[in-house]
């Protein structure tokens, strides 16, 4: 499976950035290293999810592994990815 990221566009997590740790045809399964775990992803409808297609390779590199992602690396990821939004946004 693919590392993705998705972004909340419903919900009172509206704009909240994820990775996706599992899918169904319906729904996804999110996970943010805090409040969800790896292990009990936040479960949310796909039309209510807006998926990230374009990842910095430096981002994807905190990945050691994906069967599962440690909650650390989910984290990590997440830490960087909101920091390159930010720096694109100051330019």
Not at 57 to 82: G, M, Q
Request: aromatic share 8%.
């Amino acid at each position: 499976m693919q590392i993705s990221f998705a972004r909340s566009k419903a919900g009172h997590d509206k704009g909240k950035h994820y990775v996706v740790v599992y899918e169904e045809p319906e729904y996804l399964y999110l996970a943010d290293g805090i409040s969800r775990t790896a292990e009990a992803p936040k479960k949310k409808n796909r039309k209510h999810v807006q998926i990230i297609n374009r990842i910095p390779a430096h981002i994807l590199e905190v990945f050691t592994s994906w069967d599962p992602p440690s909650d650390t690396e989910i984290k990590r990821a997440l830490k960087l990815y909101n920091l390159a939004i930010k720096k694109q946004e100051e330019e």
